[in-house]
Protein backbone atom coordinates (compact mmCIF):
# COMPACT_ATOMS: atom_id res chain seq x y z
CA UNK A 1 0.00 0.00 0.00
CA UNK A 2 1.10 3.21 -0.87
CA UNK A 3 1.98 5.73 1.79
CA UNK A 4 0.69 9.44 1.93
CA UNK A 5 3.77 10.67 0.74
CA UNK A 6 4.31 8.35 -2.13
CA UNK A 7 0.96 9.27 -4.28
CA UNK A 8 2.55 12.28 -6.44
CA UNK A 9 -0.40 13.44 -8.98
CA UNK A 10 0.89 14.28 -12.43
CA UNK A 11 -0.47 17.79 -13.18
CA UNK A 12 -3.48 17.55 -15.51
CA UNK A 13 -5.58 19.97 -17.22
CA UNK A 14 -8.27 22.33 -15.27
CA UNK A 15 -11.33 20.04 -15.30
CA UNK A 16 -14.55 21.36 -17.02
CA UNK A 17 -16.82 19.14 -14.80
CA UNK A 18 -16.53 17.39 -11.42
CA UNK A 19 -16.36 13.89 -10.83
CA UNK A 20 -17.99 12.75 -7.44
CA UNK A 21 -18.13 16.62 -5.97
CA UNK A 22 -17.70 15.74 -2.12
CA UNK A 23 -19.77 18.00 -0.04
CA UNK A 24 -16.80 19.19 2.18
CA UNK A 25 -17.46 23.01 2.56
CA UNK A 26 -18.84 22.79 6.02
CA UNK A 27 -15.82 20.43 7.19
CA UNK A 28 -13.61 22.87 5.63
CA UNK A 29 -14.21 25.62 7.68
CA UNK A 30 -12.33 24.44 10.52
CA UNK A 31 -9.72 22.24 8.93
CA UNK A 32 -7.10 24.65 7.98
CA UNK A 33 -6.72 27.11 10.31
CA UNK A 34 -4.37 25.85 12.46
CA UNK A 35 -0.39 26.66 11.88
CA UNK A 36 0.10 22.69 11.83
CA UNK A 37 -1.31 19.70 11.33
CA UNK A 38 -2.50 18.14 14.40
CA UNK A 39 -1.64 14.40 14.58
CA UNK A 40 -3.73 11.71 16.59
CA UNK A 41 -1.68 9.77 18.82
CA UNK A 42 -2.21 7.03 21.31
CA UNK A 43 -1.88 9.38 25.01
CA UNK A 44 -4.86 11.59 23.81
CA UNK A 45 -8.18 11.93 21.90
CA UNK A 46 -8.72 13.06 18.28
CA UNK A 47 -9.87 16.77 18.11
CA UNK A 48 -13.39 17.45 16.55
CA UNK A 49 -12.57 17.74 13.18
CA UNK A 50 -9.31 15.28 13.19
CA UNK A 51 -11.56 12.19 12.86
CA UNK A 52 -13.36 13.80 9.95
CA UNK A 53 -10.31 14.75 8.10
CA UNK A 54 -8.72 11.85 8.67
CA UNK A 55 -11.96 10.10 7.05
CA UNK A 56 -12.04 12.53 4.35
CA UNK A 57 -8.50 11.53 3.31
CA UNK A 58 -9.39 8.06 3.32
CA UNK A 59 -12.74 8.87 0.98
CA UNK A 60 -9.69 11.02 -1.66
CA UNK A 61 -7.16 8.07 -1.73
CA UNK A 62 -10.30 5.60 -3.18
CA UNK A 63 -11.37 8.39 -5.47
CA UNK A 64 -7.91 8.80 -6.43
CA UNK A 65 -7.24 5.08 -6.68
CA UNK A 66 -10.07 4.38 -9.28
CA UNK A 67 -8.94 7.54 -11.22
CA UNK A 68 -5.55 5.87 -11.69
CA UNK A 69 -7.22 2.35 -12.28
CA UNK A 70 -9.41 4.39 -15.05
CA UNK A 71 -6.12 5.49 -16.73
CA UNK A 72 -7.36 8.94 -15.88
CA UNK A 73 -4.30 9.84 -13.47
CA UNK A 74 -0.81 8.75 -13.51
CA UNK A 75 1.15 7.93 -10.53
CA UNK A 76 4.79 9.61 -10.46
CA UNK A 77 7.63 7.06 -10.79
CA UNK A 78 9.53 9.69 -7.84
CA UNK A 79 8.88 9.88 -4.15
CA UNK A 80 10.02 13.66 -4.51
CA UNK A 81 9.59 16.80 -6.54
CA UNK A 82 12.03 19.16 -7.28
CA UNK A 83 11.40 21.97 -4.74
CA UNK A 84 9.86 19.87 -2.35
CA UNK A 85 11.12 18.54 1.33
CA UNK A 86 9.71 15.72 3.33
CA UNK A 87 9.04 16.21 7.02
CA UNK A 88 9.33 13.62 9.54
CA UNK A 89 7.95 13.19 12.69
CA UNK A 90 9.81 13.73 15.92
CA UNK A 91 7.56 12.44 18.51
CA UNK A 92 6.70 9.05 19.03
CA UNK A 93 3.66 7.50 16.55
CA UNK A 94 4.03 10.18 14.04
CA UNK A 95 5.32 8.59 11.24
CA UNK A 96 5.90 9.56 7.93
CA UNK A 97 4.03 13.20 6.58
CA UNK A 98 3.20 14.23 3.65
CA UNK A 99 5.80 15.90 1.60
CA UNK A 100 4.89 19.76 1.40
CA UNK A 101 6.88 22.67 -1.11
CA UNK A 102 9.64 24.16 0.58
CA UNK A 103 7.89 27.57 -0.22
CA UNK A 104 5.00 26.66 1.32
CA UNK A 105 6.46 25.07 4.81
CA UNK A 106 4.49 27.98 6.67
CA UNK A 107 1.41 26.91 5.95
CA UNK A 108 1.85 22.98 6.39
CA UNK A 109 -1.31 22.14 4.45
CA UNK A 110 -2.12 18.45 3.69
CA UNK A 111 -3.52 17.39 0.05
CA UNK A 112 -7.11 17.57 1.44
CA UNK A 113 -6.63 20.98 3.05
CA UNK A 114 -5.90 22.36 -0.07
CA UNK A 115 -8.71 20.67 -1.85
CA UNK A 116 -11.28 22.29 0.41
CA UNK A 117 -10.68 25.63 -0.03
CA UNK A 118 -13.14 25.86 -2.61
CA UNK A 119 -15.64 22.68 -0.61
CA UNK A 120 -15.48 20.61 -3.33
CA UNK A 121 -12.90 17.89 -4.76
CA UNK A 122 -12.36 17.71 -8.77
CA UNK A 123 -11.26 14.52 -10.47
CA UNK A 124 -12.68 14.81 -13.82
CA UNK A 125 -9.42 13.30 -16.14
CA UNK A 126 -10.46 15.87 -18.38
CA UNK A 127 -7.72 16.82 -21.14
CA UNK A 128 -6.94 18.77 -24.18
CA UNK A 129 -3.94 17.68 -26.16
CA UNK A 130 -2.03 20.60 -26.86
CA UNK A 131 -1.83 22.74 -29.62
CA UNK A 132 2.30 22.39 -30.15
CA UNK A 133 1.28 18.50 -31.27
CA UNK A 134 -1.13 19.78 -33.84
CA UNK A 135 0.79 22.07 -35.54
CA UNK A 136 -0.12 20.34 -39.23
CA UNK A 137 0.73 23.25 -40.99
CA UNK A 138 4.07 23.82 -39.96
CA UNK A 139 5.17 19.62 -40.96
CA UNK A 140 5.96 20.28 -44.62
CA UNK A 141 7.37 23.32 -46.54
CA UNK A 142 5.82 24.95 -49.45
CA UNK A 143 8.97 23.32 -51.45
CA UNK A 144 9.09 20.25 -54.05
CA UNK A 145 7.12 17.67 -52.57
CA UNK A 146 9.76 14.65 -53.99
CA UNK A 147 12.80 16.74 -52.26
CA UNK A 148 11.17 16.51 -48.97
CA UNK A 149 10.50 13.08 -48.74
CA UNK A 150 13.74 12.05 -49.66
CA UNK A 151 15.25 14.44 -47.35
CA UNK A 152 13.59 13.06 -44.18
CA UNK A 153 14.00 9.64 -45.48
CA UNK A 154 17.49 9.79 -45.42
CA UNK A 155 17.47 10.32 -42.29
CA UNK A 156 15.12 7.43 -40.94
CA UNK A 157 18.00 4.48 -40.74
CA UNK A 158 21.41 5.33 -39.41
CA UNK A 159 24.98 3.53 -40.52
CA UNK A 160 24.48 0.64 -38.33
CA UNK A 161 20.96 0.06 -39.54
CA UNK A 162 18.73 1.34 -36.37
CA UNK A 163 15.60 2.95 -36.89
CA UNK A 164 15.52 6.59 -35.62
CA UNK A 165 12.39 6.97 -33.70
CA UNK A 166 12.45 10.84 -34.23
CA UNK A 167 12.90 10.34 -37.91
CA UNK A 168 9.94 8.04 -38.08
CA UNK A 169 7.90 10.90 -36.60
CA UNK A 170 8.82 13.69 -38.74
CA UNK A 171 8.46 11.37 -41.70
CA UNK A 172 4.69 10.88 -40.26
CA UNK A 173 3.83 14.27 -39.65
CA UNK A 174 5.03 14.84 -43.26
CA UNK A 175 2.23 12.44 -44.64
CA UNK A 176 -0.21 13.81 -42.13
CA UNK A 177 0.45 17.35 -43.48
CA UNK A 178 -1.37 16.35 -46.96
CA UNK A 179 -3.54 14.08 -45.52
CA UNK A 180 -1.74 10.93 -46.00
CA UNK A 181 -3.24 8.50 -43.17
CA UNK A 182 -2.23 5.30 -44.51
CA UNK A 183 1.37 6.23 -45.16
CA UNK A 184 1.83 7.85 -41.46
CA UNK A 185 0.62 4.88 -40.15
CA UNK A 186 3.18 2.96 -41.70
CA UNK A 187 5.89 5.16 -39.88
CA UNK A 188 4.27 5.20 -37.23
CA UNK A 189 4.61 1.47 -36.45
CA UNK A 190 8.60 2.29 -36.25
CA UNK A 191 8.28 4.56 -32.81
CA UNK A 192 6.78 3.84 -29.57
CA UNK A 193 6.47 7.30 -27.70
CA UNK A 194 3.42 8.85 -26.12
CA UNK A 195 3.36 11.59 -29.54
CA UNK A 196 3.20 8.66 -32.03
CA UNK A 197 -0.22 7.67 -30.28
CA UNK A 198 -1.13 10.97 -31.25
CA UNK A 199 -0.45 11.15 -34.96
CA UNK A 200 -1.84 7.93 -35.26
CA UNK A 201 -5.41 9.50 -33.98
CA UNK A 202 -4.88 11.93 -36.35
CA UNK A 203 -4.08 9.36 -39.44
CA UNK A 204 -7.31 7.33 -38.34
CA UNK A 205 -9.42 10.51 -38.42
CA UNK A 206 -7.74 11.75 -41.76
CA UNK A 207 -9.14 8.43 -43.03
CA UNK A 208 -12.60 9.01 -41.77
CA UNK A 209 -11.61 5.53 -39.63
CA UNK A 210 -12.57 5.23 -35.93
CA UNK A 211 -9.72 5.78 -33.82
CA UNK A 212 -9.81 2.74 -30.86
CA UNK A 213 -7.96 4.76 -28.73
CA UNK A 214 -9.73 7.13 -28.61
CA UNK A 215 -6.80 10.01 -28.54
CA UNK A 216 -9.73 13.05 -29.05
CA UNK A 217 -12.50 11.57 -27.61
CA UNK A 218 -14.61 14.23 -25.04
CA UNK A 219 -12.84 17.03 -26.08
CA UNK A 220 -14.92 19.37 -28.02
CA UNK A 221 -14.86 21.83 -25.50
CA UNK A 222 -11.41 22.56 -25.59
CA UNK A 223 -10.13 26.13 -26.35
CA UNK A 224 -7.29 24.31 -29.14
CA UNK A 225 -7.26 22.92 -32.27
CA UNK A 226 -8.27 19.78 -30.55
CA UNK A 227 -11.85 21.02 -30.59
CA UNK A 228 -11.73 20.60 -34.00
CA UNK A 229 -10.44 16.42 -34.14
CA UNK A 230 -12.60 15.61 -31.48
CA UNK A 231 -15.58 17.40 -33.58
CA UNK A 232 -14.37 14.62 -36.63
CA UNK A 233 -14.01 11.72 -33.95
CA UNK A 234 -17.66 11.94 -33.37
CA UNK A 235 -18.69 10.41 -37.06
CA UNK A 236 -22.01 11.38 -36.89
CA UNK A 237 -22.65 11.11 -33.44
CA UNK A 238 -23.93 13.75 -30.97
CA UNK A 239 -21.28 15.07 -28.21
CA UNK A 240 -21.62 14.90 -24.73
CA UNK A 241 -19.73 17.45 -24.02
CA UNK A 242 -20.16 21.27 -25.00
CA UNK A 243 -19.21 22.14 -28.47
CA UNK A 244 -16.18 24.95 -28.15
CA UNK A 245 -17.52 26.43 -31.86
CA UNK A 246 -14.44 29.38 -31.57
CA UNK A 247 -11.45 26.78 -31.00
CA UNK A 248 -12.69 24.77 -34.17
CA UNK A 249 -12.98 27.62 -36.46
CA UNK A 250 -9.79 28.91 -35.09
CA UNK A 251 -8.60 25.13 -35.30
CA UNK A 252 -9.99 25.24 -39.35
CA UNK A 253 -8.15 28.27 -39.82
CA UNK A 254 -4.93 26.69 -38.82
CA UNK A 255 -5.00 24.11 -41.01
CA UNK A 256 -2.86 23.44 -43.84
CA UNK A 257 -4.64 24.82 -47.38
CA UNK A 258 -4.84 21.13 -48.64
CA UNK A 259 -6.76 19.98 -45.80
CA UNK A 260 -9.56 22.67 -45.02
CA UNK A 261 -11.53 21.09 -48.39
CA UNK A 262 -10.63 17.95 -47.79
CA UNK A 263 -12.27 17.89 -44.15
CA UNK A 264 -14.40 20.26 -45.38
CA UNK A 265 -17.85 18.47 -46.25
CA UNK A 266 -17.31 16.23 -42.85
CA UNK A 267 -17.00 19.15 -40.83
CA UNK A 268 -20.04 20.92 -41.87
CA UNK A 269 -22.27 17.26 -41.49
CA UNK A 270 -21.10 16.89 -37.67
CA UNK A 271 -22.07 20.69 -37.41
CA UNK A 272 -25.21 20.52 -38.18
CA UNK A 273 -25.65 17.18 -36.29
CA UNK A 274 -24.10 18.70 -33.44
CA UNK A 275 -26.75 21.75 -34.08
CA UNK A 276 -24.52 24.07 -34.42
CA UNK A 277 -26.19 26.20 -38.23
CA UNK A 278 -24.27 28.91 -37.33
CA UNK A 279 -20.75 27.83 -37.04
CA UNK A 280 -21.66 25.32 -40.48
CA UNK A 281 -22.63 28.55 -42.44
CA UNK A 282 -19.59 30.46 -40.78
CA UNK A 283 -17.25 27.16 -41.88
CA UNK A 284 -18.28 27.28 -45.46
CA UNK A 285 -17.78 31.20 -45.81
CA UNK A 286 -14.19 30.43 -44.65
CA UNK A 287 -13.94 27.78 -46.92
CA UNK A 288 -15.41 29.74 -49.71
CA UNK A 289 -12.51 32.69 -49.20
CA UNK A 290 -9.70 29.76 -48.58
CA UNK A 291 -10.42 28.32 -52.19
CA UNK A 292 -12.86 29.92 -54.05
CA UNK A 293 -12.49 27.63 -56.95
CA UNK A 294 -15.15 24.83 -56.28
CA UNK A 295 -14.01 21.13 -55.86
CA UNK A 296 -16.84 17.94 -55.45
CA UNK A 297 -15.89 18.13 -51.04
CA UNK A 298 -16.68 22.03 -51.45
CA UNK A 299 -19.49 21.15 -53.57
CA UNK A 300 -21.04 18.38 -50.83
CA UNK A 301 -20.38 20.55 -47.78
CA UNK A 302 -22.40 23.17 -49.74
CA UNK A 303 -25.22 21.03 -50.43
CA UNK A 304 -25.35 19.58 -47.01
CA UNK A 305 -25.31 22.98 -45.70
CA UNK A 306 -28.45 23.59 -48.08
CA UNK A 307 -30.15 20.51 -46.49
CA UNK A 308 -29.46 21.52 -43.12
CA UNK A 309 -31.06 25.09 -44.06
CA UNK A 310 -34.17 23.37 -45.91
CA UNK A 311 -33.37 24.40 -49.25
CA UNK A 312 -33.76 20.58 -50.94
CA UNK A 313 -33.90 21.66 -54.83
CA UNK A 314 -30.30 23.44 -54.51
CA UNK A 315 -29.19 20.09 -52.30
CA UNK A 316 -30.45 18.20 -55.52
CA UNK A 317 -29.00 20.16 -57.79
CA UNK A 318 -25.17 20.56 -56.42
CA UNK A 319 -24.94 16.80 -55.51
CA UNK A 320 -26.93 15.70 -59.07
CA UNK A 321 -23.91 18.04 -60.24
CA UNK A 322 -20.90 16.35 -58.38
CA UNK A 323 -22.52 12.49 -58.65
CA UNK A 324 -22.33 13.32 -63.17
CA UNK A 325 -19.29 15.32 -63.30
CA UNK A 326 -16.64 14.13 -60.65
CA UNK A 327 -15.30 10.24 -59.89
CA UNK A 328 -14.45 7.96 -57.23
CA UNK A 329 -15.31 8.72 -53.61
CA UNK A 330 -16.75 12.53 -53.79
CA UNK A 331 -19.72 10.78 -56.78
CA UNK A 332 -20.26 8.10 -55.07
CA UNK A 333 -21.26 9.95 -52.08
CA UNK A 334 -23.03 12.46 -53.42
CA UNK A 335 -24.93 9.60 -55.18
CA UNK A 336 -25.37 7.87 -51.53
CA UNK A 337 -27.26 11.68 -50.50
CA UNK A 338 -28.97 12.22 -53.22
CA UNK A 339 -30.73 8.58 -53.31
CA UNK A 340 -31.23 9.74 -49.69
CA UNK A 341 -32.78 13.16 -50.41
CA UNK A 342 -35.36 11.52 -52.76
CA UNK A 343 -36.31 9.10 -50.63
CA UNK A 344 -37.09 11.42 -48.03
CA UNK A 345 -39.09 13.61 -50.41
CA UNK A 346 -40.51 10.55 -52.11
CA UNK A 347 -39.06 11.97 -55.83
CA UNK A 348 -38.15 9.40 -58.18
CA UNK A 349 -34.22 9.23 -58.74
CA UNK A 350 -32.99 10.29 -62.35
CA UNK A 351 -32.52 6.94 -64.43
CA UNK A 352 -28.50 7.76 -64.45
CA UNK A 353 -28.32 8.34 -61.14
CA UNK A 354 -29.86 4.88 -60.28
CA UNK A 355 -27.16 3.55 -62.52
CA UNK A 356 -24.32 5.14 -60.77
CA UNK A 357 -26.11 3.72 -57.22
CA UNK A 358 -26.29 0.43 -59.06
CA UNK A 359 -22.21 0.45 -60.24
CA UNK A 360 -20.92 1.81 -57.16
CA UNK A 361 -23.19 -0.58 -54.57
CA UNK A 362 -20.57 -3.23 -57.19
CA UNK A 363 -17.80 -1.71 -57.03
CA UNK A 364 -17.60 -0.49 -53.73
CA UNK A 365 -18.80 -3.79 -52.10
CA UNK A 366 -16.42 -5.03 -49.00
CA UNK A 367 -15.58 -0.87 -48.13
CA UNK A 368 -16.81 1.49 -45.86
CA UNK A 369 -19.03 3.13 -48.05
CA UNK A 370 -20.13 -0.46 -49.61
CA UNK A 371 -23.15 -0.98 -47.63
CA UNK A 372 -24.77 2.74 -47.71
CA UNK A 373 -24.31 2.63 -51.50
CA UNK A 374 -26.53 -1.25 -51.77
CA UNK A 375 -28.74 0.78 -50.10
CA UNK A 376 -28.83 3.73 -52.69
CA UNK A 377 -29.19 1.43 -55.34
CA UNK A 378 -32.46 -0.26 -53.38
CA UNK A 379 -33.68 2.89 -53.22
CA UNK A 380 -33.17 3.52 -56.77
CA UNK A 381 -35.13 0.49 -57.41
CA UNK A 382 -38.17 1.75 -55.15
CA UNK A 383 -38.05 5.03 -56.72
CA UNK A 384 -38.67 3.59 -60.01
CA UNK A 385 -41.55 1.04 -58.85
CA UNK A 386 -39.54 -1.85 -59.46
CA UNK A 387 -40.51 -3.54 -56.05
CA UNK A 388 -39.93 -7.08 -56.88
CA UNK A 389 -36.89 -6.50 -58.25
CA UNK A 390 -36.15 -4.28 -54.55
CA UNK A 391 -37.41 -7.28 -52.82
CA UNK A 392 -35.20 -9.90 -54.76
CA UNK A 393 -32.07 -7.69 -53.72
CA UNK A 394 -33.23 -7.54 -50.52
CA UNK A 395 -33.65 -11.37 -50.11
CA UNK A 396 -30.06 -12.42 -52.46
CA UNK A 397 -27.63 -10.23 -51.15
CA UNK A 398 -26.64 -8.21 -47.80
CA UNK A 399 -25.20 -4.58 -47.12
CA UNK A 400 -22.66 -6.44 -45.07
CA UNK A 401 -24.30 -4.19 -42.12
CA UNK A 402 -27.16 -5.85 -40.47
CA UNK A 403 -28.50 -2.76 -39.51
CA UNK A 404 -28.70 -1.33 -42.72
CA UNK A 405 -30.59 -4.41 -43.97
CA UNK A 406 -32.80 -4.23 -41.65
CA UNK A 407 -33.66 -0.57 -42.17
CA UNK A 408 -33.91 -1.00 -45.69
CA UNK A 409 -35.77 -3.97 -45.90
CA UNK A 410 -38.54 -1.56 -43.58
CA UNK A 411 -38.11 1.46 -46.07
CA UNK A 412 -38.80 -1.02 -48.82
CA UNK A 413 -42.07 -2.64 -47.17
CA UNK A 414 -43.90 0.83 -46.38
CA UNK A 415 -43.04 2.13 -49.67
CA UNK A 416 -44.37 -0.52 -51.28
CA UNK A 417 -47.99 -0.92 -49.16
CA UNK A 418 -48.20 2.60 -49.74
CA UNK A 419 -47.57 2.55 -53.44
CA UNK A 420 -47.49 -1.07 -55.32
CA UNK A 421 -50.61 -2.70 -57.28
CA UNK A 422 -52.58 -5.06 -55.53
CA UNK A 423 -50.94 -8.47 -57.10
CA UNK A 424 -47.67 -7.02 -56.67
CA UNK A 425 -48.13 -6.54 -52.79
CA UNK A 426 -49.90 -9.57 -51.79
CA UNK A 427 -46.99 -11.28 -54.14
CA UNK A 428 -44.46 -10.32 -51.91
CA UNK A 429 -46.32 -9.65 -48.86
CA UNK A 430 -47.43 -13.50 -48.59
CA UNK A 431 -43.92 -14.82 -49.86
CA UNK A 432 -43.33 -18.21 -48.00
CA UNK A 433 -39.44 -16.71 -47.90
CA UNK A 434 -37.98 -15.26 -46.27
CA UNK A 435 -39.44 -15.46 -43.34
CA UNK A 436 -40.52 -11.81 -42.59
CA UNK A 437 -40.42 -10.31 -45.50
CA UNK A 438 -41.64 -7.12 -44.71
CA UNK A 439 -39.23 -7.12 -41.67
CA UNK A 440 -40.39 -6.86 -38.03
CA UNK A 441 -41.32 -2.90 -37.81
CA UNK A 442 -44.28 -2.26 -36.14
CA UNK A 443 -45.69 0.34 -37.92
CA UNK A 444 -45.04 -1.66 -41.03
CA UNK A 445 -46.52 -5.15 -39.66
CA UNK A 446 -49.76 -2.62 -38.83
CA UNK A 447 -49.81 -1.04 -42.08
CA UNK A 448 -49.67 -4.36 -43.78
CA UNK A 449 -52.48 -5.88 -42.22
CA UNK A 450 -54.44 -2.53 -42.62
CA UNK A 451 -53.86 -3.41 -46.43
CA UNK A 452 -54.24 -6.40 -46.02
CA UNK A 453 -57.79 -5.79 -44.74
CA UNK A 454 -58.40 -3.35 -47.09
CA UNK A 455 -58.32 -6.46 -49.99
CA UNK A 456 -61.01 -8.46 -47.95
CA UNK A 457 -57.85 -10.92 -46.60
CA UNK A 458 -59.14 -10.85 -42.78
CA UNK A 459 -57.30 -14.30 -42.37
CA UNK A 460 -53.54 -12.63 -44.01
CA UNK A 461 -54.27 -9.87 -42.23
CA UNK A 462 -54.35 -11.36 -38.59
CA UNK A 463 -51.05 -12.84 -39.93
CA UNK A 464 -49.68 -10.02 -39.81
CA UNK A 465 -50.86 -8.81 -36.25
CA UNK A 466 -49.65 -11.74 -34.99
CA UNK A 467 -46.33 -10.85 -35.57
CA UNK A 468 -46.67 -7.70 -33.61
CA UNK A 469 -46.05 -7.95 -30.07
CA UNK A 470 -48.81 -7.28 -27.67
CA UNK A 471 -49.46 -3.97 -25.91
CA UNK A 472 -52.58 -2.86 -24.38
CA UNK A 473 -51.66 0.76 -24.71
CA UNK A 474 -51.32 0.62 -28.25
CA UNK A 475 -54.75 2.02 -29.57
CA UNK A 476 -54.26 1.44 -33.20
CA UNK A 477 -53.17 -2.33 -33.20
CA UNK A 478 -56.08 -3.05 -30.53
CA UNK A 479 -58.93 -1.32 -32.89
CA UNK A 480 -57.23 -3.06 -36.21
CA UNK A 481 -57.54 -6.48 -34.07
CA UNK A 482 -61.01 -5.88 -33.68
CA UNK A 483 -61.74 -4.66 -37.18
CA UNK A 484 -60.11 -7.48 -38.02
CA UNK A 485 -62.27 -9.97 -36.09
CA UNK A 486 -65.78 -8.33 -37.31
CA UNK A 487 -64.54 -9.30 -40.62
CA UNK A 488 -63.68 -13.40 -39.85
CA UNK A 489 -67.27 -12.76 -38.08
CA UNK A 490 -66.21 -13.02 -34.60
CA UNK A 491 -68.10 -10.26 -32.81
CA UNK A 492 -67.62 -11.87 -29.21
CA UNK A 493 -63.81 -11.88 -29.72
CA UNK A 494 -64.01 -8.31 -31.35
CA UNK A 495 -66.11 -7.00 -28.07
CA UNK A 496 -63.32 -8.44 -25.66
CA UNK A 497 -60.30 -7.12 -27.90
CA UNK A 498 -62.20 -3.10 -27.44
CA UNK A 499 -62.87 -3.74 -23.46
CA UNK A 500 -61.54 -0.64 -22.11
CA UNK A 501 -61.51 2.01 -24.73
CA UNK A 502 -63.91 4.82 -26.11
CA UNK A 503 -64.66 6.62 -28.74
CA UNK A 504 -66.83 6.91 -31.50
CA UNK A 505 -64.97 4.46 -33.48
CA UNK A 506 -65.07 2.21 -30.64
CA UNK A 507 -69.05 2.58 -30.09
CA UNK A 508 -69.58 1.84 -34.50
CA UNK A 509 -67.33 -1.04 -33.83
CA UNK A 510 -69.05 -2.54 -30.87
CA UNK A 511 -72.71 -1.75 -32.49
CA UNK A 512 -71.77 -3.74 -35.70
CA UNK A 513 -70.47 -6.59 -32.96
CA UNK A 514 -73.98 -6.57 -31.22
CA UNK A 515 -76.11 -6.62 -34.45
CA UNK A 516 -73.75 -9.75 -35.49
CA UNK A 517 -74.60 -11.56 -32.18
CA UNK A 518 -78.46 -10.38 -32.66
CA UNK A 519 -78.87 -7.48 -30.25
CA UNK A 520 -80.23 -5.19 -32.38
CA UNK A 521 -81.38 -3.06 -29.38
CA UNK A 522 -77.97 -1.94 -28.27
CA UNK A 523 -77.35 -1.44 -32.21
CA UNK A 524 -79.85 0.40 -32.38
CA UNK A 525 -79.11 2.56 -29.59
CA UNK A 526 -75.58 3.06 -30.48
CA UNK A 527 -76.28 4.17 -34.47
CA UNK A 528 -79.05 6.67 -32.79
CA UNK A 529 -76.46 8.09 -30.86
CA UNK A 530 -74.14 8.90 -33.31
CA UNK A 531 -76.14 9.72 -36.06
CA UNK A 532 -75.58 6.98 -38.56
CA UNK A 533 -77.32 7.51 -41.45
CA UNK A 534 -80.51 4.93 -41.99
CA UNK A 535 -79.65 3.89 -38.46
CA UNK A 536 -83.28 2.74 -37.46
CA UNK A 537 -82.85 -0.26 -40.22
CA UNK A 538 -79.40 -0.71 -40.29
CA UNK A 539 -78.77 -2.74 -36.87
CA UNK A 540 -81.85 -4.95 -37.14
CA UNK A 541 -81.37 -5.63 -41.22
CA UNK A 542 -77.73 -6.89 -39.86
CA UNK A 543 -79.17 -9.08 -37.46
CA UNK A 544 -81.57 -10.28 -39.93
CA UNK A 545 -84.70 -8.92 -37.47
CA UNK A 546 -87.10 -8.25 -40.33
CA UNK A 547 -89.89 -7.45 -37.66
CA UNK A 548 -87.76 -4.68 -36.55
CA UNK A 549 -86.28 -3.54 -39.71
CA UNK A 550 -89.89 -3.57 -41.06
CA UNK A 551 -91.35 -1.59 -38.69
CA UNK A 552 -89.97 1.86 -39.81
CA UNK A 553 -91.33 2.00 -43.52
CA UNK A 554 -88.75 4.22 -44.13
CA UNK A 555 -87.49 3.51 -48.02
CA UNK A 556 -86.65 0.65 -49.74
CA UNK A 557 -84.44 -1.10 -46.86
CA UNK A 558 -87.87 -1.72 -44.86
CA UNK A 559 -89.85 -2.51 -47.45
CA UNK A 560 -87.49 -5.41 -48.68
CA UNK A 561 -87.82 -6.45 -44.98
CA UNK A 562 -91.18 -6.65 -45.36
CA UNK A 563 -91.48 -8.85 -48.11
CA UNK A 564 -88.48 -11.27 -46.41
CA UNK A 565 -90.86 -10.98 -43.39
CA UNK A 566 -94.35 -12.51 -44.94
CA UNK A 567 -95.57 -15.47 -46.01
CA UNK A 568 -93.52 -17.85 -48.10
CA UNK A 569 -94.13 -17.17 -52.14
CA UNK A 570 -94.02 -20.79 -53.02
CA UNK A 571 -98.10 -21.38 -53.15
CA UNK A 572 -99.41 -24.91 -52.15
CA UNK A 573 -100.36 -27.33 -54.51
CA UNK A 574 -104.34 -25.92 -54.52
CA UNK A 575 -103.39 -22.07 -55.63
CA UNK A 576 -100.45 -23.70 -57.91
CA UNK A 577 -103.20 -25.66 -59.73
CA UNK A 578 -106.21 -22.36 -60.35
CA UNK A 579 -105.57 -19.99 -62.38
CA UNK A 580 -106.13 -16.88 -59.60
CA UNK A 581 -103.07 -18.56 -57.71
CA UNK A 582 -101.47 -18.04 -61.00
CA UNK A 583 -102.56 -14.47 -60.99
CA UNK A 584 -101.88 -13.73 -57.61
CA UNK A 585 -98.25 -15.42 -58.04
CA UNK A 586 -97.54 -12.92 -61.39
CA UNK A 587 -98.65 -10.01 -58.61
CA UNK A 588 -96.34 -11.13 -55.90
CA UNK A 589 -93.59 -11.17 -58.30
CA UNK A 590 -94.52 -7.91 -59.77
CA UNK A 591 -94.18 -6.83 -56.44
CA UNK A 592 -91.18 -8.66 -55.48
CA UNK A 593 -89.53 -7.34 -58.74
CA UNK A 594 -90.68 -2.98 -57.97
CA UNK A 595 -89.24 -3.58 -54.47
CA UNK A 596 -85.85 -5.22 -55.39
CA UNK A 597 -85.29 -2.24 -58.38
CA UNK A 598 -85.93 0.50 -55.83
CA UNK A 599 -83.60 -1.03 -53.49
CA UNK A 600 -81.23 -0.97 -56.05
CA UNK A 601 -81.28 2.45 -57.60
CA UNK A 602 -81.18 3.42 -53.51
CA UNK A 603 -78.00 1.92 -53.65
CA UNK A 604 -76.69 2.81 -57.00
CA UNK A 605 -72.97 4.03 -57.00
CA UNK A 606 -72.25 6.66 -59.22
CA UNK A 607 -68.99 7.05 -61.30
CA UNK A 608 -68.15 10.63 -59.22
CA UNK A 609 -68.03 8.38 -56.06
Known amino acids: MLGRDQLLIEPVAPAIKTFGALPLDKLAEGAVRKSEVPQITGDRPAEPNEAAILELERGITEQ??????????????????????????????????LSVPADQQTRQETPVQSLLEDGRILLSGDRC?????????????????????SDLRRGLVDELDRIDEAAALRLAEFYLHFGMGPE???????ADTPKAKTLEGLANLLEDQPDPAGTFSGQTHCDGAAAL?????????????????????????ELPDNLKGYLANRLVSQLLVSGENAAAQDLMKRINRAQPEPSPAIELAKARLDIGEGNLGAASSRLAEVARNSSGESSA?????????NAESGKKADKDISELASAYSVEMRGTEDGPTLWRANVR????????????????????????????????????????????TFMRIAL????????????????AAAERMLALGLPDAASQFLAKVAPDRSDREARVLSARILLAQTRPDDAEIALIGLQGQDILELRA????MMGDSDFAQQAYDEFAQPGAPVDPAWVASDWTTAADPAQGPLSDAARVLRSDPILPDAARAASIGGSKALVGDSEAARETLRALLESTQITPDG
Not at 67 to 78: D, H, M, Q, R, Y
Not at 512 to 515: F, L
Open 64 to 97: LARAVTSGLLEISASTKQPGMETRTGNSEGQGDQ
Open 129 to 149: IADADLTLADWAEDADFDAQL
Open 184 to 190: AKAHLLL
Open 229 to 253: WSLLDLQGAKSDHEINTRAILRGFD
Open 333 to 341: QAVEALMEL
Open 380 to 423: GMIGKGNFEEAFGELNSQSSGDPQIDAETRTEAANAMIRNSEDL
Open 431 to 446: SPAPEHPLGLARPTLL
Open 512 to 515: EARA
